[in-house]
């Protein structure tokens, strides 16, 4: 449906001379300039209350698409329009949100903009990679699955401190949990093979992901941690399960990958356990 909608659109607009001047400038120019555009309207948010989100969350969501897509602008085709969009939109939306829990002053919003910027420009760079097909024995893949799997571990982490900050019911921490995890991993399993249509393994195993997560969020509604506590944990298992799974479908689950995999899950889970103030 949103693939017709884009079409329709197409067809009513006279786009293509636009797109051809766009096309003009250098695809590094136009990413400088989304990063540009972008961290300055962040800057714009951080002035206002988080009453106000309810208004810049929507606007932060839209201008991300739309700049992303004038950055990638050529070969944007089926699952693509999610995932090489998804991971500009939700560091946007995850940086925007985390820092509210920071003091309102310039000596938290300029390094706070500055690591945005840095984000927003290396996922560029990565679902530039991704959108050009590049082989995946090539090390410049492997780079930006690299770059891609560390921004989702720090935007689940950003998203888990929020969401337990807040200490909402269980009920809510299961839904935002299981959707967020569900997203986060049915985008990297898509990087696998970077098909244009969704595949069902990965949505079978994007799913299991969530209900993982939405379980122990579950569980971990109940147990007295600090919110950090939370985040680490549930970022852990995250980390540990859908990097399992991704070396599992990309046929590349060796004994070493599965025993670094373990120490990670096992070193978070200690210290979670050690956290506990009954």
Not at 6 to 33: D, G, H, T, V, W
Not at 50 to 57: P, T
Not at 67 to 81: A, P, Q, R, V
Not at 258 to 274: A, M
Request: a positive charge.
């Amino acid at each position: 449906m949103f693939r017709e909608f884009l079409l329709i659109l197409k067809s009513q607009m006279n786009i293509y001379p636009l797109k051809k001047k766009i096309a003009r400038i250098e695809k590094r120019n136009r990413f400088a300039i989304t990063t540009i555009i972008l961290s300055l309207l962040m800057v714009l948010a951080t002035f206002f209350l988080f009453d106000k989100a309810i208004i810049f969350i929507p606007l932060l969501i839209v201008i991300s698409f739309i700049l992303t897509y004038f950055s990638l602008l050529e070969g944007i085709e089926g699952f693509g329009w999610f995932g090489l969009f998804f991971m500009t939109m939700v560091v946007t939306v995850s940086s925007y949100l985390f820092y509210f829990l920071f003091p309102a002053r310039w000596l938290t919003r300029l390094p706070f903009i500055f690591f945005y910027g840095i984000s927003i420009y290396a996922t560029l760079l990565c679902a530039n990679i991704f959108n050009v097909g590049v082989e995946k024995n090539l090390a410049l893949y492997r780079a930006a699955f690299s770059v891609n799997f560390l921004f989702q571990a720090i935007v689940s982490f950003l998203f888990f401190n929020l969401l337990f900050s807040f200490q909402q019911d269980f009920i809510i921490n299961i839904i935002i949990v299981g959707a967020m995890s569900f997203l986060l991993s049915l985008h990297l399993f898509w990087t696998i093979r970077l098909k244009k249509s969704l595949e069902k393994e990965n949505l079978v195993y994007a799913i299991l992901v969530a209900v993982v997560l939405s379980e122990l969020a579950l569980v971990l509604s109940f147990i007295p941690l600090k919110t950090t506590i939370y985040a680490l944990f549930l970022t852990g298992v995250y980390y540990s399960l859908s990097g399992l799974i991704y070396n599992y479908l990309d046929q590349r689950l060796f004994k070493e990958t599965i025993r670094e995999y373990i120490i990670v899950l096992s070193f978070v889970f200690v210290i979670t356990l050690l956290s506990i103030s009954w």
